[in-house]
């Protein structure tokens, strides 16, 4: 590979790494709902949205927004989203815990239009686009033939660490164990003890918090506007599938390989870069429907 050419394709593995772990982020919703409750909450694009507009209003300077820093902007998009997805959960999905997938499924695209209609309204955020504020101004660092921006670097470094304090979480914490025992065996872990209810609260605020992060990651680099986040949410999810749904590491790991898959196709046919993902998900369903991490599982009958 000559010189040019390598640097090329360093400068597209740094991009794609940026903008895989703001797929990673996103998929972990996905993922984390599907592995206790076995359905796709196609709502969760959008939270990733509110929670870019919450941290817009968050960080702009008075009279429009609260002023905060970007530290306490994420951190009040990621509460104001966690508390969405559990008034997502109660309203809409825990009424039908017991109906049909496809009910459910239905139900899911239905919040999904109605937070993205919404949102559209003039009272609320309205239709146009709005720059996010220069909380950070963007320098570039020059790493041998590769530029990064401190802005990438941020988006890498703050999702991988918001992906450790999951993990951690889930590992080491006792509401982590119950989602795990929930997981596996939901009735079981109901006769054991554990409140699902609560559960299944705390998976839903998870996940929609580690969504609002991304959010505003991403929203540092362009702008919000009320439907940001369908492609972004469609592609996390053919991530998580990727990854191997229900698997948490598998989200992290697809959402890396899809972000890299992305900027390397863009490398040589650049109209192609979105149409990458859907053919990442038709090749994994063909080759290995579990996914790259993902393990079958056993149905009983």
Same mark, same amino acid.
């Given at each position: 590979?000559?010189?040019?050419?390598?640097?090329?394709?360093?400068?597209?593995?740094?991009?794609?790494?940026?903008?895989?772990?703001?797929?990673?982020?996103?998929?972990?919703?996905?993922?984390?709902?599907?592995?206790?409750?076995?359905?796709?909450?196609?709502?969760?694009?959008?939270?990733?949205?509110?929670?870019?507009? $919450?941290?817009?209003?968050?960080?702009?300077?008075?009279?429009?927004?609260?002023?905060?820093?970007?530290?306490?902007?994420?951190?009040?998009?990621?509460?104001?989203?966690?508390?969405?997805?559990?008034?997502?959960?109660?309203?809409?999905?825990?009424?039908?815990?017991?109906?049909?997938?496809?009910?459910?499924?239905?139900? $899911?695209?239905?919040?999904?239009?109605?937070?993205?209609?919404? $949102?559209?309204?003039?009272?609320?955020?309205?239709?146009?686009?709005?720059?996010?504020?220069?909380?950070?101004?963007?320098?570039?660092?020059?790493?041998?033939?590769?530029?990064?921006?401190?802005?990438?670097?941020?988006?890498?470094?703050?999702?991988?660490?918001?992906?450790?304090?999951?993990?951690?979480?889930?590992?080491?914490?006792?509401?982590?164990?119950?989602?795990?025992?929930?997981?596996?065996?939901?009735?079981?872990?109901?006769?054991?003890?554990?409140?699902?209810?609560?559960?299944?609260?705390?998976?839903?605020?998870?996940?929609?918090?580690?969504?609002?992060?991304?959010?505003?990651?991403?929203?540092?680099?362009?702008?919000?506007?009320?439907?940001?986040?369908?492609?972004?949410?469609?592609?996390?999810?053919?991530?998580?599938?990727?990854?191997?749904?229900?698997?948490?590491?598998? $989200?992290?790991?697809?959402?890396?390989?899809?972000?890299?898959?992305?900027?390397?196709?863009?490398?040589?046919?650049?109209?192609?870069?979105?149409?990458?993902?859907?053919?990442?998900?038709?090749?994994?369903?063909?080759?290995?429907?579990?996914?790259?991490?993902?393990?079958?599982?056993?149905?009983?009958?």
């Amino acid at each position: 590979m000559q010189d040019g050419a390598l640097s090329v394709f360093l400068q597209q593995l740094v991009n794609g790494l940026a903008w895989g772990s703001i797929y990673s982020l996103i998929a972990l919703g996905y993922t984390m709902v599907y592995g206790i409750l076995r359905f796709i909450n196609f709502a969760h694009g959008d939270i990733y949205m509110i929670g870019a507009y $919450a941290g817009y209003f968050a960080v702009t300077p008075r009279p429009g927004g609260l002023g905060l820093g970007l530290f306490w902007g994420v951190l009040l998009a990621m509460a104001a989203c966690a508390l969405l997805g559990v008034i997502i959960e109660r309203a809409a999905y825990r009424p039908l815990r017991n109906a049909p997938r496809l009910t459910v499924l239905i139900t $899911a695209i239905g919040v999904s239009l109605l937070l993205e209609n919404v $949102a559209q309204h003039p009272s609320v955020f309205g239709p146009n686009p709005r720059p996010f504020p220069d909380v950070i101004a963007m320098r570039t660092l020059h790493l041998g033939p590769v530029a990064v921006s401190n802005l990438q670097l941020l988006i890498v470094g703050a999702s991988l660490a918001l992906m450790v304090v999951l993990q951690l979480i889930v590992n080491y914490t006792r509401i982590g164990r119950a989602m795990r025992a929930v997981s596996y065996d939901r009735e079981t872990a109901a006769l054991m003890g554990v409140n699902t209810d609560t559960v299944i609260s705390a998976t839903f605020a998870f996940g929609s918090a580690l969504a609002a992060a991304a959010g505003v990651l991403v929203a540092l680099v362009s702008q919000v506007e009320p439907l940001m986040g369908i492609m972004p949410g469609i592609k996390a999810f053919v991530a998580a599938v990727l990854g191997g749904i229900g698997n948490v590491p598998g $989200a992290m790991v697809g959402g890396l390989v899809l972000g890299v898959s992305e900027y390397m196709v863009a490398w040589h046919w650049p109209d192609f870069r979105d149409a990458i993902a859907f053919a990442l998900l038709i090749l994994i369903l063909l080759v290995r429907p579990t996914g790259i991490l993902g393990t079958g599982a056993v149905e009983k009958v």
